[in-house]
């Protein structure tokens, strides 16, 4: 076998499925496989010339050990393992899901221009004066605008201005036992 372009191809067409399948089982992902896979032959392909002649499939095959090592060490240094993740239950993804309709559906009431501002603002994440320039108006009538239209969505949204405290439901050890009363202001 030569270095030649059409050599690189017809290895990659005969040897990709069973390489993939290296891949595969060095990354139990399907997609991180071909990822690998893909950086690894892009690593090969300068060399290829040199290689060639040799046994490429065993060097692509180390080279794909050696890669997929390297890019675990790296995953596992910038992983950061926490132990308090908050319990996400179903109830809380329908109510996320309910809350994002609903807040697209109150958006789409809104004004034609508040509509603008708000989308640009808060979903497109641009700032005042972007969004000023891109609707051809004062940057004073974009926080106007921006202003009454949060208005409105919290009046149809409902939206309380300070986050209450997520309500759970007593665990079996302590649902017979009543929780302390909240200390009032004027207790004191």
Not at 80 to 107: G, I, K, M, R, Y
Not at 157 to 183: D, E, G, H, I, N
Request: hydrophobic share 45%; net charge positive.
């Amino acid at each position: 076998m030569t270095g030649s372009t059409r050599d690189f191809e017809e290895f990659v067409a005969a040897r990709g499925p069973r390489l993939l399948r290296v891949a595969w089982l060095l990354t139990g992902d399907a997609h991180l496989a071909e990822d690998l896979l893909q950086t690894v032959l892009a690593k090969v392909w300068p060399k290829w010339p040199r290689i060639a002649d040799e046994n490429p499939e065993a060097y692509v095959r180390k080279a794909l050990v050696n890669t997929s090592a390297s890019w675990r060490q790296r995953r596992w240094r910038s992983e950061v393992p926490h132990d308090d993740l908050p319990e996400v239950t179903a109830a809380d993804v329908f109510a996320a899901v309910d809350l994002e309709h609903s807040l697209a559906l109150a958006v789409r009431r809104l004004p034609a221009r508040q509509r603008a501002v708000i989308v640009l603002r808060y979903f497109e994440d641009l700032s005042v004066e972007e969004t000023a320039k891109v609707l051809d108006c004062r940057p004073g009538t974009v926080k106007s605008q921006a202003a009454k239209a949060m208005r409105v969505l919290r009046g149809r949204l409902a939206v309380p201005t300070a986050s209450p405290a997520p309500v759970r439901a007593p665990s079996p050890a302590t649902a017979t036992t009543p929780a302390p009363a909240p200390a009032e202001r004027g207790d004191r």
